[in-house]
């Protein structure tokens, strides 16, 4: 990949296309993580990539190309949840058609309703602490790349995701001893 990145950076459109479909699943996923939206994931990652090609002359190759898309993405999902809050009252026209977001009968089986429980609870984090438990805990960056990747200290990565992961617990487990085994079952993950 750092070739790719090189030829990207000296001008080569074939690089950084070939870059984009090396890590365009992996900034979707986060994205998605992010904002709980496949609509919003996509304007996210679309973002993301316009300003990475436009930035890329200035990427000085200190991180992997994945970390600093990663820090990207994130920057941009935070964008487009702030920019979200403030259209919540738009409109839907009547050509709209509806998106059941849903996963499909496949995914269903086994723990989907867990996975399900678990992202509600997740996107009910704030953006901010939902970008600390995604990176540490889904995409396992240690508090000190987290805290680059967010632009804040390693101190507050570590006490974010604390609150967060409280939160979580208390959404997850809202009264301990009742919770049918998820606990037990999501420790084991």
């Not at 399900?116 to 901010?128: C, F, G, I, N, T």
Request: glycine letters at 6%.
């Amino acid at each position: 990949m750092a070739e790719l990145v090189i030829a990207a950076k000296a001008g080569d459109k074939q690089a950084f296309t070939q870059l984009v479909e090396a890590t365009k699943a992996d900034m979707y996923t986060l994205a998605y993580r992010l904002t709980g939206n496949a609509e919003d994931a996509q304007d996210v990652v679309q973002e993301a990539y316009i300003r990475a090609y436009k930035s890329l002359k200035r990427f000085r190759g200190d991180a992997k190309f994945t970390s600093w898309m990663y820090r990207i993405t994130a920057n941009c999902a935070k964008d487009q949840l702030v920019k979200g809050s403030r259209n919540r009252h738009d409109a839907i026209d009547e050509t709209t058609e509806a998106v059941d977001e849903r996963p499909g009968p496949e995914a269903r089986l086994g723990t989907a309703d867990e996975r399900r429980v678990l992202a509600e609870a997740l996107q009910s984090l704030s953006p901010d602490m939902r970008a600390v438990v995604v990176l540490r805990d889904v995409y396992d960056l240690p508090h000190d790349a987290i805290a680059a990747e967010l632009g804040i200290t390693e101190g507050a990565a570590k006490v974010r995701l604390h609150r967060a992961r409280r939160k979580l617990r208390e959404r997850l487990f809202p009264l301990r001893g009742e919770d049918d085994g998820r606990e037990e079952r999501a420790r084991a993950v």
